[in-house]
């Protein structure tokens, strides 16, 4: 039974008065869940939106690129990394000087960075003498000093070098090589799988927030959303 009388055959009754119900329940039902496929449709089409919108990495942050990789043609899986973005190109070094040295180690002196490798070098400043002395295996007693570089001609993150520093009396070489480091990084990820169509930077370039770094093509996204 699919309704349901409030009254009887010659019940007295007034305009307006409701005198049955329909069992609409069934109808609710369908309706529900109409309703729900077409929001599950509607949350179907904004991801695959998302995914096509993502086929296009920009950056999030402005600075230098660094660690990119991609070479058009490449197939590139969502969640990779496609490289790092330095805010500024301030790269630190960490290197070990013998302490009778670095007692005449300051803050401020000039040093020159020799990248290892090649004959390429870069200027720097001293930042940071430690105040703690190392001994070596050799019995060699060692002072950590941290030189900063503003570098404009090399992406130096990861870059093994070492260094000479300047008191403007003596010239003082370091015990030891190490890799440049930088504070201030980030990653830009591929948030959709697909074929490199195009790279727009290259390594060294400065670019801002929101530059495109790069474009996928994926055509099985590209046939879904029509």
């Avoid at 039902?29 to 929001?39: L, Y």
């Avoid at 940071?128 to 404009?152: E, P, R, Y």
């Avoid at 300047?166 to 370091?174: A, D, E, L, R, V």
């Amino acid at each position: 039974k699919d309704y349901k009388l409030y009254y009887l055959e010659g019940d007295p009754v007034k305009k307006g008065w409701a005198i049955a119900k329909l069992d609409s329940s069934d109808y609710e039902v369908n309706i529900k869940s109409q309703r729900n496929a077409i929001r599950q449709a509607e949350l179907s089409k904004a991801s695959l939106d998302r995914q096509i919108n993502n086929l296009k990495i920009v950056s999030n942050a402005s600075g230098y690129v660094s660690n990119l990789y991609l070479v058009e043609g490449a197939y590139v899986v969502a969640n990779t990394d496609v490289c790092s973005i330095t805010s500024s190109q301030k790269d630190e070094i960490t290197l070990q000087f013998v302490s009778s040295a670095a007692s005449q180690i300051q803050v401020g002196n000039s040093a020159r960075v020799l990248l290892t490798g090649s004959l390429n070098y870069v200027d720097g400043v001293v930042t940071f003498v430690s105040n703690k002395i190392s001994t070596l295996a050799s019995g060699a007693t060692v002072v950590d000093v941290t030189i900063q570089v503003t570098n404009s001609r090399f992406a130096l993150t990861g870059v093994t070098a070492n260094a000479e520093i300047s008191t403007g009396i003596n010239t003082f070489k370091s015990a030891n090589e190490a890799q440049f480091s930088s504070t201030q990084s980030g990653v830009v990820k591929a948030e959709t799988s697909g074929s490199v169509k195009k790279v727009y930077v290259k390594n060294g370039q400065y670019v801002s927030k929101g530059e495109l770094i790069a474009e996928l093509e994926n055509n099985d996204l590209i046939t879904s959303s029509q």
